[in-house]
């Protein structure tokens, strides 16, 4: 056995042990440290790098290496095995992905209009913002030796005779504190309830004179990150917003590898883990503290995300997802409660789940649907979710369909060199100099904040602005020469963002061919399916009458720069709106709201779901759109 050490740039360590020859990224997800490893560990993506500080590692050498950088240390864990007692440091960039949870500063009125508008146009189209949740104060007799009625038959009549209703649920949570309660009250107390045309059900009971709040939760887990606000059931107002990246991550950027992963022995059991011990219990915590709000008065929770990742959080087996005839588990439930996975709220919450529409459009793309509120509009809309699968919807008041293409991760930093998720050190947007091809470029965080990587909004700009400038040619290759442009001995080219003294990271942010490379193919996975999709319809870009277009991929697309590329169709940009995380603002929307919620049920049942992968046409149409702008320059008058 050898001893392995992680060590982390705030000083911490983890220590574990390992035999000759185990893997030295698996090592490291064994022992919970936190490593970003999109490919799953096949040594493509060159994102688990850490410094070997002292002992021995057999490493293959990779392309992701240069030779300097091997001198001085650097591995990829994923191509490293043990051979003796090591330390390694694990780098800010590698972890990332956990290490930079963010908590919202909610005095940012942009952190707030997307819930304001999702309600005010839910309430303009006739869905009225209430729920189930409710709080009663009920006042009852104090026990006596000619009244000795227990006192979960005292509280039931009460709560009868006040809600006229014949059944009451009091499950044992509440059974368990209740005595003391009604005595240190004098049996006047308030009780959190759900009720429905049929019962009651008793969340929680607390002395009359407490100050008492129903907490919600609404949740997008999204591929790559996760997002969640806590929020007043009463009053919609929002306590707190957070965001992290996904756990799962490092088992691959992806759906499939995870699926592959989930079906290991213990699989199914460390995704859960993954995105909910590691990732959204932490993200309560965090948020409660903030707010200063107890986590168990948390009495309902609402997830939107795609159908792979309901199925991870909700441990159940989707290996059928990607196998044909790809059959998920379950499109919509309502039988699960926090208790059932270790959601650490109110163990009696129950959990809504925004439905899924086919095996590759989940409840994200139903909760944004009902945001977008194409459905409400005679005019054709287009809505598109962009993430590491790029989801559309088309349609209108009277039809809508739907249809999922896989763009990769590339647009939340994945698959990219330098690329991270729009957290603090990301550039998000970035403008080139045409003639001394020097960038400009805004950081997300505190002013002072040094770039460590781009973000998908960022990339999109630097890629456009490479190609307005000249830098790149319509393949992504480089053919200018300059001080930020270099290649490695392979021939490889790459443009430096910010040299390793400007960053706030070990190295360079640089963008190289290769990343752009996989970019193109992102950005032409989405055009080729808006194409495809259209085209079933007889329809073509031109009787598109708005965009929406959604996902936290940076404060907001440069709607001019996506259509530069050939990721949007050319389309006058009035035509363009950019709505955030509609996910999460349709998981907050089916929380407050119960007809909201009905209303996406509806929206999911009424919806056509077209796979891609069997129209044959769609090879084609993406073949040709792996291009800037396109193969066809014609569909793209403006870039021109």
């Not at 006040?162 to 059944?167: A, E, S, V």
């Not at 009651?200 to 969640?228: K, W």
Request: some cysteine; overall charge negative; aromatic content about 8%.
């Amino acid at each position: 056995m050898f001893k392995v050490t992680f060590a982390f740039e705030d000083g911490s360590v983890v220590e574990t042990y390992a035999n000759e020859g185990d893997n030295l990224l698996e090592i490291a997800r064994e022992a919970n440290v936190a490593i970003d490893a999109p490919c799953s560990g096949n040594g493509a993506c060159g994102k688990c790098r850490v410094q070997l500080k002292c002992g021995e590692l057999n490493t293959k050498k990779t392309l992701h290496i240069s030779d300097e950088e091997f001198q001085n240390g650097w591995r990829l864990a994923c191509m490293s095995k043990i051979t003796a007692d090591v330390e390694v440091l694990v780098p800010d960039i590698a972890s990332a992905y956990k290490s930079r949870m963010k908590v919202a500063d909610l005095s940012s009125k942009e952190e707030l209009a997307i819930f304001e508008n999702a309600k005010r146009e839910v309430e303009l189209a006739g869905i009225e913002l209430k729920n189930s949740l409710d709080i009663v104060e009920v006042k009852m007799e104090p026990p006596t030796l000619d009244d000795t009625m227990p006192d979960v038959e005292r509280l039931t009549r009460a709560l009868r005779k006040f809600m006229n209703l014949k059944r009451v649920r009091i499950p044992y949570a509440v059974l368990r504190k209740l005595p003391d309660v009604l005595r240190e009250s004098n049996f006047t107390v308030k009780c959190v309830l759900r009720t429905t045309p049929d019962d009651m059900f008793v969340y929680d009971v607390f002395d009359s004179r407490e100050e008492v709040v129903i907490g919600g939760l609404a949740v997008d887990i999204g591929t790559t990150t996760v997002s969640a606000v806590l929020i007043n059931m009463e009053t919609g107002e929002i306590l707190a917003k957070s965001s992290a990246g996904n756990g799962q991550i490092r088992f691959g950027a992806d759906v499939i590898n995870r699926i592959i992963e989930a079906e290991k022995p213990g699989g199914r059991e460390r995704l859960q883990d993954a995105v909910i011990k590691e990732t959204i219990n932490p993200m309560i915590h965090e948020m409660c503290r903030s707010a200063h709000f107890p986590e168990k008065q948390i009495y309902r929770m609402c997830v939107a995300s795609n159908t792979t990742m309901n199925h991870l959080f909700a441990g159940i087996n989707a290996d059928p997802l990607r196998m044909e005839p790809y059959i998920p588990a379950f499109f919509k439930t309502n039988s699960m409660f926090a208790s059932d996975i270790g959601i650490d709220i109110n163990q009696d919450a129950h959990i809504i789940i925004a439905p899924n529409i086919g095996s590759y459009v989940g409840g994200d793309i139903t909760a944004g649907t009902l945001v977008s509120m194409i459905w409400n509009r005679p005019e054709f809309s287009l809505f598109i979710d962009l993430g590491t699968n790029g989801e559309l919807v088309f349609g209108n008041s009277d039809f809508m369909m739907s249809c999922a293409c896989s763009a990769g991760p590339a647009f939340e930093g994945g698959d990219i060199s330098c690329g991270m998720r729009a957290t603090d050190g990301a550039i998000e947007a970035c403008t080139i100099d045409k003639e001394t091809m020097e960038p400009s470029y805004k950081i997300v965080g505190e002013p002072g904040t040094k770039p460590v990587g781009l973000c998908g909004s960022g990339i999109i700009d630097v890629i456009s602005e490479l190609f307005s400038a000249g830098i790149i040619n319509p393949k992504g290759k480089f053919i200018r020469e300059g001080r930020r442009i270099r290649h490695d001995k392979y021939g490889m080219g790459g443009y430096v963002i910010a040299f390793e003294e400007e960053a706030g990271s070990s190295k360079d942010v640089e963008i190289t061919e290769v990343d752009i490379d996989n970019f193109i193919r992102a950005k032409g996975a989405i055009f080729s399916a808006i194409r495809t999709m259209l085209s079933s319809l007889d329809f073509d870009v031109s009787m598109i009458d708005d965009v929406y277009v959604a996902g936290g991929i940076g404060s907001g697309i440069n709607m001019r720069n996506a259509v530069r590329i050939g990721m949007f169709p050319d389309i006058p940009l009035e035509k363009f709106h950019y709505i955030g995380n509609s996910s999460l603002s349709g998981a907050y929307l089916m929380l407050l709201s119960t007809p909201a919620e009905k209303k996406t049920y509806e929206l999911a049942a009424n919806m056509t779901y077209m796979e891609l992968s069997t129209v044959p046409t769609y090879m084609d149409e993406f073949v040709g759109a792996c291009f800037i702008p396109h193969t066809d320059s014609s569909l793209f008058p403006s870039a021109e």
